[in-house]
């Protein structure tokens, strides 16, 4: 699993630099603050999977997550965030197509048994 490519968006470096000592060495990480980096990062790495947060100042997650369906329909797509509103879920979920909705503060076993998930879904087609 190590060798698929994760990318994870968050406005907040403190989330970036947990997500990445809590999976460092049992993923492929790439981190940013922003959803128009994220998108300059698709275009030249091979990522298979995106993490987003919901809240951020360049657009927010669901935006991001549309953008990456749309152009990048292949890649799994799992949102991350402390807001969690059903209807935001709900809204999040059917207009994303996500793989998973996830809630902060991140569960270590929670993430890793998604990814895991994701990731095998990725190798078997």
Do not use: H, W
């Not at 990480?29 to 994220?38: D, H, R, Y």
């Not at 809240?55 to 749309?70: A, H, S, W």
């Not at 509103?85 to 709900?90: G, T």
């Not at 998973?100 to 078997?124: C, G, H, S």
């Amino acid at each position: 699993m190590k060798g698929q490519l994760i990318l994870y968006v968050d406005d907040m470096k403190q989330n970036l630099m947990l997500f990445e000592a809590i999976f460092e060495g049992c993923y492929n990480i790439i981190t940013t603050e922003s959803p128009g980096e994220a998108l300059s990062i698709l275009k030249i790495k091979p990522v298979k999977l995106v993490i987003s947060d919901f809240v951020m100042p360049e657009m927010n997650g669901i935006e991001l997550l549309q953008i990456v369906k749309n152009k990048y329909p292949e890649i799994i797509r799992v949102m991350l965030t402390s807001n969690d509103s059903q209807e935001l879920r709900e809204e999040a979920i059917k207009t994303c197509e996500l793989f998973e909705f996830l809630e902060k503060p991140i569960n270590r076993e929670r993430i890793d048994k998604v990814l895991q998930d994701a990731l095998y879904t990725i190798k078997m087609n």
